[in-house]
Each structure stands twice: as structure tokens, then as C-alpha cells.
């Protein structure tokens, strides 16, 4: 299994999980660091590639080529920083919609709580009606007919196709191959 694909699946699994799935005690170890930073860079988003790396070095004491390497599975399990992924931006989004309440409250600042309850409310969809969902269980796939007939797709047939078939691999297909003899030649430079 590749380590992105193991990554993937364990990032989050605990100790006993990963030794029932047969992970090295190596595998094990390099999951717990991997979820410890990323779990690091959920908490401090605007962290920049290097400053993660600079991170996994100083508390793994780990070379740079292997922290790059853990950069890239981080990555990976996170989505493209570049290229956010919407549960990251939904993440993201709540972290700060709780930062702006507890400010909010704390200020006692009734309008800018009223106007969070309302972007809470846009964003959850609160105001749309479940109901108005497509009903898919009303589509229906094409049906398609499997066939040999080239004349379906817009091709002419080959009349007595069998016959040309046979006669193509007679012509290009070599039943066996044939002991030849063969015969050493001395080198000319050698003279």
C-alpha cells in the first residue's frame, strides 16, 4: 500500500487499529506525526509550507528531505492549500464565525452577533427548503445493448471477416520458431 494511500486510511486510526492492519512499528510511528501535524497546521492555517517543514524538523528531529516527504502527504490529506478544498473552507469558516461570536460576546456587541446568526444561517442553507432536492431515484441510465455488428457505429462490415482473420495471421504469425545455427565471427579490431 502506498503511504498516501496508508495515510489516508489510518491519519485518524488509533494504535490498536493500525497493528491489527499489520502497519510496522516504523508506519505506526510516522501516522501518529503526521496527524500531530496536521492536526498543527488546522490549528494555524496561515502557516506557510516552510514554516511546516521548519516544524516537523524541530519537533521530530527528522531530515529535511523526510519532512518535505511529510509535507506533501500532509498536503495531500488536506487538500492543496493553493487549491482549497470546500471542507477545508467550511472548516476554516466556522473557526472563524466562533472567533467573531466570542469576540461578539465578549464585547457585548448584540449587532455584530445578529449579523453572524445571519451568515451562519446563509451558510448552513437554513433558509432553503430540504424538499426541493432533484428526486434521483426518477433518472434512468441509457439502456445499451452490447453487440458485434460494426454497422451499429457507423462502420461498413467486412464481408467473410473469419476468413481474412485466418488468413491475416498466416501471413503475419509464424507458428514456431526454428533452431538456427549460427557461427562465430572473429572480431576484425582484433588482428
Known sequence: MALIETAQKFLFADEREMQEAGLSQTT?????????????????????????????????????????????IIKFCLGAMNQSTVDFERWQFRQRLDEAWNTARINGDARAMAQLVNAQGKFMRLDKDEATAPDYSTITPPFLEITGDVSVVGFDPIADVDKLVKKLTARYIKAEAHDVEFEDIENETDT
Open 28 to 72: 505506526r510511528g510516522r501516522m501518529i506525526r503526521l496527524r500531530d501535524i496536521y492536526n498543527h497546521w488546522l490549528a494555524h492555517p496561515r502557516l506557510l509550507d516552510k514554516d511546516i517543514v521548519a516544524e516537523i524538523i524541530r519537533r521530530y528531529r527528522i531530515g529535511k528531505s523526510m519532512a518535505y516527504e511529510d509535507l506533501k
